[in-house]
């Protein structure tokens, strides 16, 4: 059996279940003035290389998405994104509900978002003026739903973009990781020096249990995020135990190293699935997700012998996601391929 469904499937790194338990050591205060959560600024500041930053540990990426989006737009303005983005398509509307706005999708290949339909959208708003929701914010996903990464210079594009029409710039970073390990670069090249204002940070996907955290690059635009995040019900009371995990990924780049092993599996399993003859791959393999067109009647069976992954209908007919994670093992590869092969 390989579970290749989500990397929501894994289990929690090692070093963060050691972290969690030398945190559960006597007491500490509550709701974030907590000495792990002191650190943990103070560590995402060293990693980002940014001395004004400010950080906000929250639970889960759909809310980092949705409450950093209601501290850029009001509730008459707007967030472009792509159409097959998490927060068009898999966030039960968190986003207008929180921000009370609206969200604005764009097309482009393979979830990224085609600058130019992008600019076309603002400008037909700025056009229609108090008839339209005024366009405040870009946000984009990287890696995206479908496993592609924008390049830095494509991000610095689209924050140029954004900042000449005075929009922001938002990156969805639920697996921010596997896009730093696959362009093998700083953390701060792919952020706040190629123009982004907020980032949701991942934790979940890449071996923490429950860690996700906003990063605001811009402090301005964070002075009244605590209010919002507390209203939204995403400020713990035992914040420490959330911002230890984060902690112990940031602690001898784990987090970094366990992308790098997923993106490596993602590899070896893209290699095996082009020796299957029935088996078509979709799209070049650039983190750790893999979209294949599989024949149903294959699928089935591979399903029926236990291996556990999603259709993906909307890319079409027949299509499926397979997802490595930070635990996936060779030998999980290997089984599934024997299966395909």
């Not at 974030?32 to 001395?51: I, P, W």
């Not at 995040?229 to 940031?250: D, H, M, P, T, V």
């Amino acid at each position: 059996m390989t579970f290749l469904a989500s990397d929501n499937t894994a289990g929690i790194s090692s070093e963060i279940i050691k972290a969690l338990e030398l945190a559960n050591s006597g007491y500490a205060k509550a709701y974030g003035a907590d000495e792990y959560t002191e650190r943990l600024t103070t560590r995402f500041r060293e990693v980002f290389e940014s001395n004004d930053l400010i950080v906000f540990p929250v639970f889960n990426g759909s809310a980092a998405n949705s409450l950093a989006l209601t501290s850029l737009i009001k509730p008459f303005e707007s967030v472009i994104a792509h159409t097959h983005s998490h927060i068009e398509r898999d966030e039960c509307g968190m986003t207008e509900f929180f921000t009370g706005g609206k969200i604005l999708g764009v097309s482009g290949e393979q979830g990224r978002i085609n600058l130019q339909e992008a600019e076309s959208i603002i400008q037909l708003a700025q056009h229609g003026g108090i008839h339209h929701s005024r366009p405040k914010a870009i946000s984009i996903t990287q890696p995206t739903e479908e496993g592609a990464i924008y390049k830095i210079e494509e991000i610095k594009s689209l924050s140029a973009l954004a900042k000449s029409y005075s929009l922001y710039l938002h990156m969805d970073g639920a697996r921010v990781a596997n896009a730093i390990a696959s362009l093998d670069c700083k953390p701060s090249e792919m952020t706040w020096k190629a123009g982004v204002d907020v980032l949701s940070f991942g934790g979940t996907k890449n071996g923490a249990m429950l860690a996700e955290a906003v990063i605001f690059f811009n402090p301005d635009l964070a002075k009244d995020f605590g209010y919002m995040r507390k209203r939204a019900g995403q400020l713990a009371s035992k914040q420490r135990f959330i911002s230890a995990q984060l902690l112990a990924l940031l602690e001898h780049d784990l987090w970094i190293k366990n992308a790098q092993h997923a993106n490596l599996m993602a590899q070896k399993l893209a290699q095996g699935l082009r020796k299957a003859s029935e088996i078509k791959i979709l799209f070049p393999v650039e983190a750790n997700s893999i979209f294949v067109e599989i024949p149903r009647d294959m699928a089935d069976s591979l399903l029926a012998k236990g291996h556990y992954f999603y259709s993906w209908p909307l890319l079409g007919r027949n299509i499926y996601r397979l997802v490595t994670s930070f635990n996936t093992l060779p030998e999980d590869i290997d089984c599934f391929i024997d299966s395909c092969t």
